[in-house]
Structures are given as structure tokens and as C-alpha cells.
Antibody
Framework: QVQLVQSGAEVKKPGASVKVSCKAS????????ISWVRQAPGQGLEWMGW????????DYAQKLQGRVTMTTDTSTSTAYMELRSLRSDDTAVYYC????????????WGQGTLVTVSS | QSVLTQPPSASGTPGQRVTISCSGS????????VYWYQQLPGTAPKLLIY???QRPSGVPDRFSGSKSGTSASLAISGLRSEDEADYHC???????????FGGGTKLTVL
């Protein structure tokens, strides 16, 4: 069965960086894009961007351009999302999801990783 | 504020039919498919409806989706206590060239 398993919770200080991992299993990793979606406490979902696992092309949300980098390691079927220059309003649960392009729904999701930014 | 607009809450009694609306614009719902995700308390979202009205395998036919113009709706018939969750709509936005979501609707089963 398809599974996306994410790394554990993180606590970071403002200005620091965080890197969240997402290990995929149960399907051919290179056949599907990976997206990242975050959810601030008590808020809705916010799309952060996606990466083509096939050719490493990326597309990031405009508001995160310059602060976010998405990568993959096909040897371990793992996707990564790094967010830099963290601010308090980056505190959220970060989800990876399979899918990404305009016509590709998010059909499987990771369990989520809580990132807390606090001084 | 979210690009797509949903009511913050909805409620119904067991067995009832409830609908949740999602309003957008010509650059998102008006020109692209609508998707719905169910988020049970403390868990990750789950795909509920794709391409306006299609159900993934395993989703009961009590859940249905529709779209008209720049708005969409999720209907849940035969409401059950286990349907209590947050429901999020989503669509691709051609102007933003990215996915946009609604703010989510918290469904309470009374």
C-alpha cells in the first residue's frame, strides 16, 4: 500500500532553517510528483509547491519563492522540503502529498510534521 | 484569507443531508477541476472527491460533488457521526499558477 512517512517534529528559532523528509513506499517513486502543503494552527491548507520526481523540476508558491527548496533522493525514495529564514508565522504542520501538477490531485498524504518557530 | 471561500461551519443530525459550498473565480473554479479533502480530527487530509464529482475507490457514494460556474458544492447524505471532520475544497489557479484551497468547513454531527 502507498505510504508517505515524514520526519519528526522540529522546534526552531526565528531565522533558522528546517528540513523535513518524506519517505515514500508502495509505488514507483519516479512516476509521481510530490507536493508540500502546510496548515497553521486552526487555519486552512496552504500549498507550498511541488517537485517532479522524474526530472527535478520545481514550482513554488510565489509567497515562498527564495525561502523554500524541494529536492528528492530517488535512491531512497525520499523527498525533502527545506524552509529558510524561519518566522513565527511559519509555525505549522507540514504535509507531503503525492501529486502536484495542474491535473494531479493529492491522492496520498504523509502524517504531517509539526514545525514550531519560537524564540 | 483563503482564495476559495467556504463557510467556517456546518451541522446536521444523523441521517440528514448537508451541503458545503466553495466559491471561487474564473481563474480557479471557473476554469479548472474542483477537489475535496476530508480531514478527521488530528489526522492528515484525505482525498474525498476529485475532478468535480469523482470518488476515489473506498469513498462511500453518500459523498458527492458538483460544480457550476465559479462555485462548487460537496453533499453528504445519510449523515453519520464519523463524518464529523473538516472539509477543504481546492482548485488549480491559472493566475497564481498554483493550487488554492478554501479555509475549510468544520462539520458537526449533532
Amino acid at each position: 500500500q502507498v505510504q508517505l512517512v515524514q520526519s519528526g517534529a522540529e522546534v526552531k528559532k526565528p531565522g533558522a532553517s528546517v528540513k523535513v523528509s518524506c519517505k515514500a513506499s508502495g509505488y514507483t517513486f519516479t512516476n509521481y510528483d510530490i507536493s508540500w502543503v502546510r496548515q497553521a494552527p486552526g487555519q486552512g491548507l496552504e500549498w507550498m509547491g511541488w517537485i517532479s520526481v522524474y526530472n527535478d523540476n520545481t514550482d513554488y508558491a510565489q509567497k515562498l519563492q527564495g525561502r523554500v527548496t524541494m529536492t528528492t533522493d530517488t535512491s531512497t525514495s525520499t523527498a525533502y522540503m527545506e524552509l529558510r529564514s524561519l518566522r513565527s508565522d511559519d509555525t505549522a504542520v507540514y504535509y507531503c502529498a503525492r501529486g502536484g501538477g495542474q491535473l494531479h490531485e493529492f491522492d496520498y498524504w504523509g502524517q504531517g510534521t509539526l514545525v514550531t518557530v519560537s524564540s | 484569507q483563503s482564495v476559495l471561500t467556504q463557510p467556517p461551519s456546518a451541522s446536521g443530525t444523523p441521517g440528514q443531508r448537508v451541503t458545503i459550498s466553495c466559491s471561487g473565480s474564473s481563474s480557479n473554479i471557473g476554469s479548472n477541476y474542483v477537489y475535496w479533502y476530508q480531514q478527521l480530527p488530528g489526522t492528515a487530509p484525505k482525498l474525498l472527491i476529485y475532478r468535480n464529482n469523482q470518488r476515489p475507490s473506498g469513498v462511500p457514494d453518500r459523498f458527492s460533488g458538483s460544480k457550476s460556474g465559479t462555485s462548487a458544492s460537496l453533499a453528504i447524505s445519510g449523515l453519520r457521526s464519523e463524518d464529523e471532520a473538516d472539509y477543504h475544497c481546492a482548485a488549480w489557479d491559472d493566475s497564481l499558477t498554483g493550487w488554492v484551497f478554501g479555509g475549510g468547513t468544520k462539520l458537526t454531527v449533532l
